[in-house]
Nanobody, 121 residues
């Protein structure tokens, strides 16, 4: 019904930048909250950044001042601009969205398949 597809991951040197995208498609009436999560090997998945109620943003302390989350509602797409990347940012990054498929439906939680970000020299 609803698919979230991430793109933009890759290998980057410390101090470099990447821009992740998350495109939502399928049967979409509206998208509520959206967020980026990441999971490093041997660690739990953690919230990186979120857009709440369409405009308010939250960031993990570890990425504040370096990452910027945004969304383009017309394209059903969310972005994560990552600057000043550090080796500890290495992880699989997942997008998450609360999506209503009809006007009467409750918003359901959907996940993308993840995109690998590796920060290494």
């Amino acid at each position: 019904q609803v698919q979230l597809v991430e793109s933009g991951g890759g290998l980057v040197q410390p101090g470099g930048s990447l821009r992740l995208s998350c495109a939502a498609s399928g049967r979409i009436f509206s998208i509520n909250d959206m967020g980026w999560y990441r999971q490093a090997p041997g660690k739990q998945r953690e919230l990186v950044a979120a857009i709440i109620s369409g405009s308010r943003t939250n960031y993990a302390d570890s990425v504040k001042g370096r990452f910027t989350i945004s969304r383009d509602n017309a394209k059903n797409t969310m972005y994560l601009q990552m600057n000043s990347l550090k080796p500890e940012d290495t992880a699989v990054y997942y997008c998450n969205a609360g999506v209503k498929t009809t006007a009467l439906d409750f918003a359901r939680n959907y996940w993308g398949q993840g995109t690998q970000v590796t920060v290494s020299s």
